[in-house]
C-alpha cells in the first residue's frame, strides 16, 4: 500500500474547539448595578439638578427656596450613590479573592492528600522492601507536617480574623527569636540545597517585648515567601540590628521584586500580586497578612522596601524594652 493511500484511508483528525473563558460572574452582576443606577438615579439626578439650577436664577423667592432644596437634594442622592458604588466594588473585589482563596486552599490541601495517597499506596506495593518503606515513611512525615502547617494557619487567622487569637508579651532577646526561626525553617532549608541562606545578628541589641511563638510565626511566613519567590539560586539574608526606635528583623531576598503600587494591598489578605508567575505558586494569600497582624499586636510595624528587579526587604520593627540589653 503506498504512503498517499494510507493518507487517504485515515481517519480525519477531531477539530479542536477553544472552550470560551467562563465569565466572572461577580465581576458582571457589578457591572449590571452600576448600570441600573446610572439609568434609574444619575440620569434622573442631573435633570433635577439642571432644573434646580434654573430655578434659583428665576428671581421668585420660592423659586429660589425650592432650587436650593434640590441642589442640596441631589447633592445627598451623589454621595449616596457614590457611597453604594464604592462598598460594591469593595464587596466585589473581596468575593474576587476569596474565591481564589478557596481555590488556592483547596489545591494546597490536595496535593499534600495526594502525595499522602500514593505513598501509601506504594508501601502496599512494596511490602518487605524495607528500604523504599522508610523512604515512604520520611516522605509521608513531611507530607503530614505541610499538612498540618497549613490547616493551623488557617485556624490562627480564624482566631485572629475573630479577635480570639491572645498573644503573651513578655520580654525575650531577639537572637533568641532568630535562633527558633532558623531552627523552625531547616526542613525547607534541607530540601532547598541551592538556597543560599545566613544570618547577621547585632550584637548588645536591647530586649524585646515579644510573643517568641508569634514572632517566629511571623519571620518563618516571610522566609518561605521569600524563598518562593526569590531568585535562581534563591540567596535569603535575615539581619537583626538596633534602629532609633527599637529593633529591626529584615528578610532579605534576590527574587524580581514588587512594583511600588503593590507595596501596601500585598499585606492584604486573600490578595496575591496579579502575575501569571506569582499565581502559578502555590500560596493561601494570607501568610503576609498574618505577618502584619502579629506585628501590630506588639505594638510594631512591618515596611517593605523593594523596587522591580532589585528584590525585596521586608522589615519588622519592635520596641524594645526599657530594661537593659538583652546581649
Known amino acids: 500500500?503506498?504512503?498517499?493511500?494510507?493518507?487517504?484511508?485515515?481517519?480525519?483528525?477531531?477539530?479542536?474547539?477553544?472552550?470560551?473563558?467562563?465569565?466572572?460572574?461577580?465581576?458582571?452582576?457589578?457591572?449590571?448595578?452600576?448600570?441600573?443606577?446610572?439609568?434609574?438615579?444619575?440620569?434622573?439626578?442631573?435633570?433635577?439638578?439642571?432644573?434646580?439650577?434654573?430655578?434659583?436664577?428665576?428671581?421668585?423667592?420660592?423659586?429660589?427656596?425650592?432650587?436650593?432644596?434640590?441642589?442640596?437634594?441631589?447633592?445627598?442622592?451623589?454621595?449616596g450613590v457614590t457611597l453604594v458604588l464604592v462598598f460594591l466594588r469593595r464587596e466585589a473585589h473581596l468575593n474576587e479573592l476569596q474565591a481564589d482563596f478557596v481555590s488556592k486552599v483547596s489545591h494546597e490541601l490536595r496535593t499534600p492528600l495526594t502525595s499522602i495517597r500514593l505513598f501509601v499506596d506504594t508501601i502496599e506495593r512494596a511490602r518487605g522492601d524495607r528500604v523504599t518503606e522508610d523512604k515512604c515513611l520520611e516522605a509521608l512525615g513531611r507530607e503530614t507536617d505541610r499538612l498540618t502547617q497549613?490547616?493551623?494557619?488557617?485556624?490562627?487567622?480564624?482566631?485572629?480574623?475573630?479577635?480570639?487569637?491572645?498573644?503573651?508579651?513578655?520580654?525575650?532577646?531577639?537572637?533568641?527569636?532568630?535562633?527558633?526561626?532558623?531552627e523552625a525553617f531547616a526542613p525547607l532549608l534541607d530540601r532547598n540545597p541551592d538556597l543560599k541562606f545566613s544570618t547577621e545578628v547585632e550584637p548588645g541589641l536591647p530586649l524585646v517585648h515579644a510573643d517568641r511563638d508569634a514572632m517566629v510565626d511571623a519571620l518563618g511566613n516571610l522566609l518561605a515567601n521569600a524563598l518562593k519567590y526569590g531568585g535562581t539560586p534563591p540567596t535569603i539574608l535575615l539581619r537583626v540590628s538596633r534602629v532609633a526606635d527599637g529593633v529591626a528583623f529584615e528578610v532579605i531576598d534576590n527574587g524580581d521584586g514588587i512594583e511600588h503600587?503593590?507595596?501596601?494591598?500585598?499585606?492584604?489578605?486573600?490578595?496575591?500580586?496579579?502575575?501569571?508567575?506569582?499565581?502559578?505558586?502555590?500560596?493561601?494569600?494570607?501568610?503576609?497578612?498574618i505577618v502584619?497582624?502579629?506585628?501590630?499586636?506588639?505594638?510594631?510595624?512591618?515596611?517593605?522596601?523593594?523596587?522591580?528587579?532589585?528584590?525585596?526587604?521586608?522589615?519588622?520593627?519592635?520596641?524594645?524594652?526599657?530594661?537593659?540589653?538583652?546581649?
Open 1 to 79: 500500500m503506498s504512503s498517499a493511500e494510507s493518507d487517504t484511508s485515515a481517519p480525519p483528525l477531531p477539530r479542536r474547539r477553544s472552550t470560551p473563558a467562563p465569565r466572572n460572574v461577580q465581576r458582571l452582576g457589578y457591572r449590571r448595578i452600576v448600570q441600573l443606577l446610572v439609568y434609574l438615579v444619575i440620569v434622573p439626578t442631573v435633570l433635577i439638578l439642571l432644573v434646580g439650577i434654573v430655578l434659583m436664577f428665576i428671581g421668585n423667592l420660592f423659586n429660589l427656596l425650592f432650587g436650593v432644596l434640590t441642589v442640596s437634594f441631589v447633592l445627598v442622592v451623589v454621595t
Open 150 to 182: 497549613l490547616i493551623e494557619r488557617l485556624l490562627n487567622w480564624g482566631r485572629m480574623e475573630a479577635g480570639r487569637k491572645q498573644f503573651e508579651l513578655y520580654e525575650t532577646q531577639a537572637a533568641s527569636i532568630v535562633e527558633k526561626a532558623v
Open 261 to 289: 503600587g503593590e507595596h501596601r494591598r500585598i499585606f492584604e489578605k486573600f490578595y496575591r500580586i496579579d502575575d501569571r508567575l506569582s499565581r502559578e505558586r502555590e500560596g493561601s494569600g494570607l501568610g503576609l497578612a
Open 292 to 327: 502584619k497582624h502579629i506585628v501590630r499586636a506588639h505594638r510594631g510595624r512591618v515596611q517593605l522596601d523593594s523596587l522591580r528587579g532589585h528584590g525585596s526587604t521586608f522589615r519588622i520593627v519592635l520596641p524594645a524594652s526599657t530594661n537593659g540589653k538583652g546581649g
